[in-house]
């Protein structure tokens, strides 16, 4: 079984300062992960995934996101918020074994940008 | 690409209604998925389809919910008798399947349903 945790629903930065969103699987074997945003009234929109190529992926907005395997981590990352980039924003985990289609979502985490 | 289309945007009715919430996937994706946000419970998937055909609908929470996939082009999501427990915003998602879920899902900007 798949599943991801994030820990902290609520962050708060300061705009210009880091962005550090966690995000921690659970799974068998190494699966696929994506992150996602949310705007208000809005679907999610996908940042960035990973596949299993290069451990660190470069998403849409300045964000990045890197594969611990050691750690069970991908977390979000930015080095300067801006007042934009406050949103809901999910961690999802899918299974590469093509035993389905089927993606684990995280609860989300709400980020606040402080000016 | 003109995204997954989903109608209505808002939809307000009265328990005990039929409740039809529709969805048009982006085209050549294969594998189509109904969502349910809500504050308490946040996502939550209900079903999804792979080439039209149900494949996990342990989602649903209720007889009262019924999903159709006719075509690949499009889906509905259905709720007879609508409860005022049902209000949330119902997101339609699709993707391109192949197997391996390297695919990541697009979502479309939801229905928001209010059962009063």
């Known amino acids: 079984a798949q599943s991801v945790t994030q820990l902290g629903s609520h962050v708060s930065v300061s705009e210009g300062a880091l962005v550090l969103l966690r995000c921690n699987y659970s799974s068998s074997v190494p699966p696929y992960l994506f992150w996602y945003v949310q705007y208000p009234n809005q679907g999610l929109q996908l940042l960035l995934k990973y596949t299993s190529a290069a451990t660190l992926v470069k998403g849409i907005n300045g964000f990045e996101a890197e594969f611990k395997k050691s750690e069970t981590s991908f977390h979000l990352t930015k080095p300067s918020a801006h007042m934009s980039d406050a949103a809901e924003y999910f961690c999802a985990v899918s299974d590469p074994r093509g035993t389905g289609n089927q993606f684990y979502f995280g609860t989300g985490t709400s980020l606040t940008v402080i000016p | 690409d003109a995204g997954v289309i989903q109608s209505p945007r808002h939809e307000v009715t009265e328990m005990g209604q039929e409740v039809t919430l529709r969805c048009k996937p982006i085209?050549?994706?294969?594998?189509l998925f109904w969502y349910r946000q809500t504050m308490m419970r946040g996502l939550e998937l209900l079903i999804y389809f792979n080439n039209n055909v149900p494949i996990d609908d342990s989602g649903m929470p209720e007889d009262r919910f019924s999903a159709k996939m006719p075509n690949a082009s499009f889906s509905t999501l259905k709720i007879q008798p609508s409860e005022p427990r049902d209000s949330a915003v119902y997101f339609c998602?699709?993707?391109?399947?192949?197997?391996?879920?390297?695919?990541?899902?697009?979502f479309g900007n939801g229905t928001r349903l209010t059962v009063t």
């Open positions: 998602a699709s993707s391109s399947y192949s197997g391996g879920g390297n695919s990541p899902l697009h």
């Open positions: 085209s050549g994706h294969n594998s």
